[in-house]
């Protein structure tokens, strides 16, 4: 609002296989209340729908700056999937040229690599996501240790062996069969866990196949998504750490909005899915 006068906004609803967000260009004009914004766009029955709302800012130290908001008005310090997105409407809108570009977040700066298309728009990206983080005082959790694999905890009234990465967010990955878990119960209370200080982020994660995996996640601030890129990294990591897959081979991870490949490869974590703008519409704010 700009003297108590709504303005209209250029938004551009973008997905990473089903993990959609409400974008919105602020490389010249920025937006004061994202997370207010976030919590009245995200709403699927009253407005435009999404799992929140992320601003494609300029950035003194990359390309351009990703600002995540949650479907609850929190701010995220990272989103696989997002992140392709962001890097997508960077560089088809002309504010990054070539097939790499960087991108500040709150987990740091993260490089991508494009997939462009015949039209000349960017497709898909891979995203050198960095080095897991595995100590559990540094996910955060109350669990110490240098890692925290097959962990046993006492959760939403059953035992369960966790396994927690940091993606430059917090995630616990459990492997039981996502199909069989009531998510909707289940996911709140690993979300709101006192083990847990900053919230947390869940996968449930199966072995479907050789270096092949199924996964639903449930994201702290919004829910079960139908994908989500870190989550798919630290299910990847937790596989490997688990003796589930293979270290420095790719990874399939099959989500429900579509399947991510993830590489774990020494320290270093490589993400690679597809970036698909929905449609543009405006909005006010």
């Known amino acids: 609002m700009s003297g108590g006068l709504a303005m209209l906004r250029k938004f551009y609803k973008m997905h990473g296989i089903g ?11 920025d937006i004061s209340n994202p997370g207010e914004l976030s919590v009245r766009l995200s709403d699927r029955h009253f407005s435009v729908g999404g799992d929140g709302v992320i601003l494609l800012r300029p950035s003194a130290v990359a390309d351009c700056k990703m600002s995540m908001f949650n479907a609850d008005g929190s701010e995220g310090k990272m989103c696989g999937n997002g992140i392709r997105c962001v890097g997508k409407l960077a560089h088809d809108l002309g ?9 500040e977040t709150l987990s740091g700066i993260k490089k991508l690599k494009f997939t462009i298309g015949g039209d000349g728009k960017v497709t898909a990206a891979t995203v050198d996501m960095g080095a897991a983080v595995l100590n559990g005082r540094d996910i955060p959790s109350a669990i110490e240790g240098e890692k925290v694999v097959g962990y046993p905890v006492n959760i939403a009234g059953g035992e369960w062996n966790i396994t927690l990465v940091s993606m430059g967010n ?5 492997f039981a069969d ?37 996964m639903r996640v ?10 989500c890129g870190t989550g798919a990294c630290a299910a990847a990591v937790a596989a490997v750490l688990n003796g589930r897959a293979d270290r420095g081979v790719p990874v399939t991870v099959h989500l429900r909005g579509g399947d991510l490949v993830v590489t774990y490869a020494d320290d270093t974590v490589f993400m690679h899915g597809g970036a698909t703008l929905a449609f543009e519409g405006v909005v006010e704010i």
Request: aromatic share 12%; charged share 30%; proline share 7%.
């Open 19 to 29: 993990n959609d967000y409400i974008y919105f260009d602020c490389m010249e004009r």
């Open 95 to 103: 504010y990054v040229k070539g097939d790499c570009c960087t991108v």
């Open 170 to 174: 917090p995630h616990c990955v459990v």
């Open 178 to 214: 996502p199909d069989q878990i009531d998510i909707e119960r289940v996911g709140p209370q690993f979300e709101n866990c006192p083990l847990f200080p900053e919230r947390i982020n869940t996968e449930f994660v199966s072995v479907t196949g050789k270096n092949e995996l199924k």
């Open 218 to 227: 449930w994201e702290r601030g919004s829910g079960e998504t139908w994908a």
